[in-house]
């Protein structure tokens, strides 16, 4: 099931690729900064808004999601390019801003179906599970990129259509593998996690170097296919992990079956209460709009309006949307910002891939690093959140004063950031509220992503963009004609965007620093106790129901 996981997460970054087709939407239907902008707002808002996905979650098997997700996502993506190819007629912005709503909008579906039962399936390493998730879903553009240079070559309308049908095929295709498993945790389930991040780190690191060759050189489309070709096979590498893992799962069911010596039987009178859990009295009904101002303990499970009324959510939603607003306006404007400054277009793409790989690196070195301080050193991971929110100004103020070649350093700081940001989040949410609802919450706290992208990239970047272009060309003596593309040159186009998102960015600092004075204490215990315990008592279960197996057979000889 961790494998399958990975390998649609590995396809399903579209969302991350919007400035490597954005420029051709922009010219095809000669759209302004401020209406692309528009575009890509819509494109957060479908990618962020998976609430719907989260309440059909809850009640259904993963697989009704991830088919919703791959119908979404081709029809979405597929009808975008009918659009740029120019197969059916202009539409109107509103269509345009459907359709990629329809296709982003896959991604939550996608991601709640995957990382909500991931996380369910392995409590004790969810930050580890969330971020090497996260970072094959980094990786994807990455991955996407390489694969469509090898059939397509560069014909960036064909990417689009790439992006239609791959991520709807492998999901359909992984459908039965993906749901619950309960009672299954394993000792070293952690130790296997590590394995599996070391897969992805030589995967990183191969495309690191395919992507700085092709930066160097001109790639011919047989040496794409060769490149292709050995990504595709460090993709799968994580099965010789899996295969390695379930064969020691399977010689320690036999060892246990077939022993001589079987363990000795639990005494029933002594033990029985350890294992069963008496009975409760039904407890009386509440009704959930006198209950949700009343939330239990930081950690219990919290339903959907008490988590949604707690000032801890209410303050990382507020944090959330200062602090990420700025790195999605990087992600999401920076072929403009690279145009704008003078780079080349094809280190525009370079700048694009390479963001992917340290998008990737945020997510599974966040989730590594925080899960080992908060364990290990009591850490509040708010902290951790509140210092990804206050590195990022570096890279902002890079790009503000146009330094030589900033936009190199700026686009792994602020991609870095990036990735970390979502696998702190979503880690926060699952530690602090619980894991009943959690398909439900996680889509609630993505929500901050699309209003900060509305606030900072369409009402600010979009702003002053198109303002700052139109001055130039009246002062040229010209007038923008319907239907042609406006383009801005020069660090005035982002200067004064940049200084706002910095000061903004730091008000999200100080705003999460909040939660963790409020959650200090909550850290300082051992949060994951009450799921350690559960791994226990299912294990003495076991141990009970194999000497009952095994007993007879024992006998018999």
Same mark, same amino acid.
């Given at each position: 099931?961790?494998?399958?996981?990975?390998?649609?997460?590995?396809?399903?970054?579209?969302?991350?690729?919007?400035?490597?087709?954005?420029?051709?939407?922009?010219?095809?239907?000669? #759209?302004?900064?401020?209406?692309?902008?528009?575009?890509?707002?819509?494109?957060?808002?479908g990618s962020n808004v998976?609430?719907?996905?989260?309440?059909?979650?809850?009640?259904?098997?993963?697989?009704?999601?991830?088919?919703?997700?791959?119908?979404?996502?081709?029809?979405?993506?597929?009808?975008?390019? =009918?659009?740029?190819?120019?197969?059916?007629?202009?539409?109107?912005?509103?269509?345009?801003?459907?359709?990629?709503?329809?296709?982003?909008?896959?991604?939550?579906?996608?991601?709640?179906?995957?990382?909500?039962?991931?996380?369910?399936?392995?409590?004790?390493?969810?930050?580890?599970?969330?971020?090497?998730?996260?970072?094959?879903?980094?990786?994807?553009?990455?991955?996407?990129?390489?694969?469509?240079?090898?059939?397509?070559?560069?014909?960036?309308?064909?990417?689009?259509?790439?992006?239609?049908?791959?991520?709807?095929?492998?999901?359909?295709?992984?459908?039965?593998?993906?749901?619950?498993?309960?009672?299954?945790?394993?000792?070293?389930?952690? !130790?296997?996690?590590? +394995?599996?991040?070391?897969?992805?780190?030589?995967?990183?690191?191969?495309?690191?170097?395919?992507?700085?060759?092709?930066?160097?050189?001109?790639?011919?489309?047989?040496?794409?296919?060769?490149?292709?070709?050995?990504?595709?096979?460090?993709?799968?590498?994580?099965?010789?992990?899996? =295969?390695?893992?379930?064969?020691?799962?399977w010689k320690r069911k036999?060892?246990?079956?077939?022993?001589?010596?079987?363990?000795?039987?639990?005494?029933?009178?002594?033990?029985?209460? +350890?294992?069963?859990? %008496?009975?409760?009295?039904? %407890?009386?009904q509440v009704s959930c709009?006198?209950?949700?101002?009343?939330? %239990?303990?930081?950690?219990?499970?919290?339903? /959907?309006?008490?988590?949604?009324?707690?000032?801890?959510?209410?303050?990382?939603?507020?944090?959330?949307?200062?602090?990420?607003?700025?790195?999605?306006?990087?992600?999401?404007?920076?072929?403009?910002?690279?145009?704008?400054?003078?780079?080349?277009?094809?280190? /525009?793409?370079?700048?694009?891939?390479?963001?992917?790989?340290?998008? #990737?690196?945020?997510?599974?070195?966040?989730?590594?690093?925080?899960?080992?301080?908060?364990?290990?050193?009591?850490?509040?991971?708010?902290?951790?959140?509140?210092?990804?929110?206050?590195?990022?100004?570096?890279?902002?103020?890079?790009?503000?004063?146009?330094? %030589?070649?900033?936009?190199?350093?700026?686009?792994?700081?602020?991609?870095?950031?990036?990735?970390?940001?979502?696998?702190?989040?979503?880690?926060?949410?699952?530690?602090?509220?619980?894991?009943?609802?959690?398909?439900?919450?996680?889509?609630?706290?993505?929500?901050?992503?699309? /209003?900060?992208?509305?606030?900072?990239?369409?009402?600010?970047?979009?702003?002053? #963009?198109?303002?700052?272009?139109?001055?130039?060309?009246?002062?040229?003596?010209?007038?923008?004609?319907?239907?042609?593309?406006?383009?801005?040159?020069?660090?005035?186009?982002?200067? !004064?965007?940049?200084?706002?998102?910095?000061?903004?960015?730091?008000?999200?600092?100080?705003?999460?620093?909040?939660?963790?004075?409020?959650?200090?204490?909550?850290?300082?215990?051992?949060?994951?106790?009450?799921?350690?315990?559960?791994?226990?008592?299912?294990?003495?279960?076991?141990?009970?129901?194999?000497?009952?197996?095994?007993?007879?057979?024992?006998?018999?000889?």
């Open positions: 099931m961790a494998f399958s996981s990975f390998m649609l997460m590995s396809v399903s970054g579209a969302s991350y690729m919007f400035s490597l087709y954005s420029r051709e939407i922009k010219s095809v239907l000669g #759209y302004d900064q401020s209406t692309l902008n528009l575009l890509s707002f819509f494109k957060d808002l998976g609430i719907i996905s989260g309440l059909i979650n809850e009640v259904t098997p993963p697989w009704v999601v991830l088919t919703l997700g791959g119908v979404l996502n081709f029809f979405g993506y597929f009808m975008i390019w =009918l659009v740029v190819t120019t197969k059916i007629s202009k539409p109107q912005v509103w269509n345009m801003c459907l359709y990629i709503f329809i296709g982003a909008n896959s991604h939550c579906s996608t991601d709640t179906g995957i990382i909500v039962t991931s996380v369910k399936n392995f409590p004790c390493s969810r930050g580890i599970v969330i971020g090497i998730l996260g970072g094959y879903l980094s990786l994807s553009a990455a991955i996407i990129t390489q694969m469509y240079y090898a059939f397509y070559g560069n014909n960036s309308k064909y990417l689009i259509l790439h992006m239609a049908w791959l991520p709807t095929a492998v999901s359909f295709f992984i459908l039965p593998v993906i749901r619950h498993h309960k009672g299954v945790v394993q000792p070293n389930d952690s !130790k296997v996690f590590y +394995n599996f991040l070391y897969t992805t780190l030589v995967l990183a690191s191969f495309l690191l170097v395919v992507i700085v060759l092709q930066k160097s050189f001109t790639f011919t489309k047989s040496e794409y296919y060769v490149t292709s070709s050995l990504m595709l096979l460090l993709l799968i590498l994580p099965l010789a992990v899996v =295969l390695v893992e379930e064969q020691k799962i036999q060892e246990n079956i077939n022993t001589e010596n079987p363990p000795k039987p639990l005494n029933i009178t002594t033990e029985k209460p +350890n294992l069963e859990k %008496p009975a409760k009295a039904t %407890p009386k709009w006198k209950n949700m101002l009343r939330p %239990p303990s930081r950690g219990e499970d919290h339903t /959907i309006f008490q988590a949604l009324f707690s000032l801890d959510m209410v303050i990382l939603f507020l944090a959330t949307i200062c602090g990420l607003g700025g790195t999605l306006t990087v992600v999401n404007n920076l072929s403009q910002i690279g145009a704008s400054l003078g780079y080349s277009g094809h280190s /525009i793409t370079t700048f694009v891939s390479l963001m992917a790989i340290w998008i #990737y690196m945020g997510k599974t070195v966040e989730g590594l690093v925080s899960d080992i301080i908060i364990t290990k050193f009591k850490v509040p991971r708010p902290l951790v959140l509140t210092l990804i929110f206050v590195l990022p100004c570096v890279g902002y103020l890079l790009i503000a004063f146009n330094v %030589p070649n900033g936009l190199y350093a700026a686009s792994i700081i602020i991609g870095f950031c990036f990735g970390a940001t979502w696998t702190v989040i979503f880690s926060i949410i699952s530690e602090l509220f619980g894991l009943k609802f959690y398909s439900t919450l996680s889509n609630v706290g993505a929500v901050a992503s699309p /209003i900060g992208s509305y606030l900072f990239s369409v009402r600010l970047a979009g702003h002053f #963009y198109d303002k700052e272009a139109t001055r130039q060309m009246e002062a040229l003596g010209l007038k923008k004609k319907p239907g042609e593309e406006l383009n801005c040159n020069g660090s005035e186009c982002y200067r !004064k965007v940049f200084y706002i998102i910095t000061a903004f960015s730091l008000v999200g600092a100080l705003v999460s620093l909040i939660l963790v004075l409020r959650t200090r204490e909550f850290y300082k215990g051992d949060i994951y106790k009450k799921f350690r315990e559960d791994v226990r008592i299912a294990e003495a279960e076991n141990g009970v129901n194999q000497n009952k197996i095994g007993q007879p057979a024992t006998n018999k000889g």
